[in-house]
């Protein structure tokens, strides 16, 4: 009978009591969390000083078969569990994980064998029999909107609360990156000494990365027609070293972001619908509203158009790309706002 998949919550619970599946496979984009879930894994099976005889690690990529499968086999030293790790399992060929099939019918009690990968070819021999007879976790990739969470749920373990204010622009300069995430955290922590509450002075004084602002702040120029602003802004991330197809990128992915809420509102959807429709946060909607309604639809097709034009100049001519992003901006200004 096949396992049921387990979710990180489940598995949680599961190292909580310390209860550890002989057999485990770690896998999905968010690496993240997998990695977490790793580390976590080793310091409850394995102590430290005993992990030069009862922790073994391998790499998918080199790894053979038939030694996994007499390391899983050994009996633990001194301690009462053996740790296997096959990291990028994925990388095995079909030929070694057939290897391993006669240890997943009978796999040693005493050994966790953990393997992790970023997806499982489910046609495989190998995975079919692990399904039936291990735990599968799959760390899914976070979305957008899910971030604000994180942060909230991430700066708790340290103590630490943020203003609201304070949690938009965080969200909004860090991304969504994990672990980039949990580092600008732990510097946000460091940087508070005995406060507890995180305001927005705090989160500009830390929190370095200012692309995203900078591209919400160029779009807001736009939309007003503000074209000396909107000029000083992108001569900005250029001069921070932002490469000219990544402003682009930035810019195109925000215009579809406001074109999906402007056919949104168009239909008569309610503000959190729209939140949800253009995967943000609600914390972020108020902002990307008031430049909504400086966009008549009828405006979105002309613009797309203009940052493909620039799109295909930027990657087969050899024009200047601060011209041609400037060309642009200045473009998108001086066409009428009528709808």
Partial sequence: MASKPMTPGALKKAFKARQFPSLLLLYGEERFFLEETLEKLL?????????DFNYNLFHGKTARGAEIYDTARTFPVFSTLRLVVVRDAQLLPAAELDQLLPYLQDPVAETVLVLTADKVDGRRKFYQQFKKRGSLVEFKKYYENQIPTF??????????????GAMALFCRRVGSNLQEIAGELDKLATYLGERTLVDVDDVRAIVSDMRIDSVFELTDAIGRQNSSRALSLLNRLLADGTAPLVVLAMMARHFRQMWKARYLLDQGVGK???????????YFLDGLMQQVHAFPASRYQGIFEQL???????KSSGAHASALLEGLVLGICRRDHSA
């Fill in 43 to 51: 310091q409850l099976v394995v102590p430290s000083e005993s992990r």
């Fill in 151 to 164: 942060v909230r749920d991430r700066a708790e373990l340290s103590g630490v609360a943020f203003a609201e």
């Fill in 272 to 282: 959190k619908e729209v939140a949800r429709g253009v995967g943000i946060n609600p």
């Fill in 308 to 314: 493909l034009e620039v799109d295909l100049a930027l």
